[in-house]
């Protein structure tokens, strides 16, 4: 009985390990990285993506892709950079020595661009949801994309609206000195000044600070008729309030993030009136953004807080040029992407031969009544040109 029941049990473990073997060769396991801050300072927009690219994942999965002749199931590897350029660095390195077929990230500017020759020496295409700086799609990498419009074209739409239709000709900037923050400044202070308009003075804080009153008390002391702050929303909460008990009457302008309820809550009646600018069109007016947020709410129990939509179309223009190239080697889709075109969360996902969006599109909200109001809409207008 006993020398029955091992025999049993060597045919079981057989079967078995055929079973698994012969799944393994009809199915390949395919980990797409996600890489942005999971923690720290901009932890609620990391997570933000990191959350629709785990939708993305599923959705294709629940698809049953056959790339390459294999039924594929996608992993995500997701890492968290802390929104540090170092810790980027040490990202990068791991999903290049795991042999990741694709990474949505980083989520800031600084990150990416110190992260980027790692990728790019690989040949790992990267498509950031968020980072915007146009330094990066500058110096000539193949691998990089984004799913955002980049500051150069951003900048300039808040100087034309700034100088033009508010009237604003002396103008403040107040930056949080990271990559995205001083850059986009600096950009800012460009366009101002092409539309006649000045900056009476650009000042710096960091990411940290929550006191805002030795910057504030100079800028007053330039009795502008704007300001315009870069930097994370948490911080500009605390900046607007500010703002109003030192006296200062000038209008106040967010520039990316700062549409949401979460900043309202937080500014209180230092909001009122103020105005944000955003990467992209409202969710409103984003096709099937109501269905992302309605998975998202499921799988997380919290909606689209940022950039969900982006972070969701990078996942799926990595997945759609895997599936037009029949394969999920980088080296072999990478051209694939580039061709890439297909219609998105956002709207049309194409890229310039450069990575940056083919058509970038741009709002303005104003808070009216304790919620945001849209102002105004760019559609179709073409990012900066390429290089």
């Known amino acids: 009985m006993f020398r029955r029941n091992v025999l049993n049990l060597a045919v079981l473990s057989a079967c078995a390990c055929f079973a698994v073997s012969a799944c393994a060769e009809g199915t390949s396991t395919v980990k797409i990285g996600f890489a942005g801050p999971l923690t720290g300072f901009s932890a609620q927009w990391g997570k933000d993506e990191e959350n629709a690219v785990r939708v993305a994942v599923d959705d294709a999965n629940k698809a049953g892709l056959v790339i390459g002749g294999k039924k594929v199931q996608f992993e995500v590897d997701a890492q968290d950079d802390a929104a540090d350029p170092k810790t980027a660095v040490l990202v990068a390195q791991k999903f290049v020595d795991d042999e990741v077929a694709g990474i949505v990230g980083h989520h800031n500017s600084g990150c990416w661009n110190a992260a980027a020759p790692i990728y790019s020496k690989a040949g790992i295409p990267t498509v950031s949801p968020a980072a915007s700086s146009p330094q990066i799609t500058a110096q000539g990498y193949k691998t990089v994309f984004r799913t955002i419009n980049n500051d150069d074209q951003m900048a300039k739409l808040a100087a ?17 000195s990271t990559d995205y923050g001083s850059n986009f400044a600096t950009e800012l202070g460009k366009a101002i000044k092409a539309d ?11 990411t940290k600070s929550v006191d805002f009153r030795g910057v504030l008390t100079q800028i007053k002391g330039q009795n502008p008729d704007l300001i315009i702050y870069i930097g994370s929303y948490g911080q500009a909460a605390a900046l607007v309030k500010q703002v109003r008990q030192l006296g200062i009457t000038a209008k106040f302008m967010g520039e990316g993030g700062f ?22 069109l409202p969710l409103s007016r984003m096709p099937r953004a109501a269905e992302l947020d309605t998975k998202l709410k499921a799988k997380f129990g919290t909606g689209i807080v940022q950039f969900a939509p982006q972070a969701y179309d990078a996942t799926w223009a990595i997945i759609n040029a895997m599936k037009k190239a029949d394969s999920t080697d980088p080296k072999k889709y990478l051209s694939a992407l580039q061709a890439n075109s297909f219609d998105g969360i956002i709207g049309k996902i194409a890229f310039q031969k450069n990575g940056d969006l083919a058509v970038a599109n741009a709002s303005l909200f104003q808070e ?8 105004d809409t760019t559609q179709g207008g073409s990012a900066r040109a390429d290089k």
């Open 160 to 176: 034309d609206y700034s100088v033009k239709k508010l009237g604003a000709k002396r103008i403040a900037t107040i930056d949080d």
């Open 196 to 206: 006649g308009g000045d900056v009476v003075s650009r000042q710096y804080t960091d």
């Open 259 to 280: 549409t949401n309820d979460s900043f309202l809550k937080l500014a209180g009646d230092g909001a009122k009136g103020m105005y944000s600018w955003e990467y992209g």
């Open 368 to 375: 009216q009544g304790g919620k945001w109001a849209i102002l």
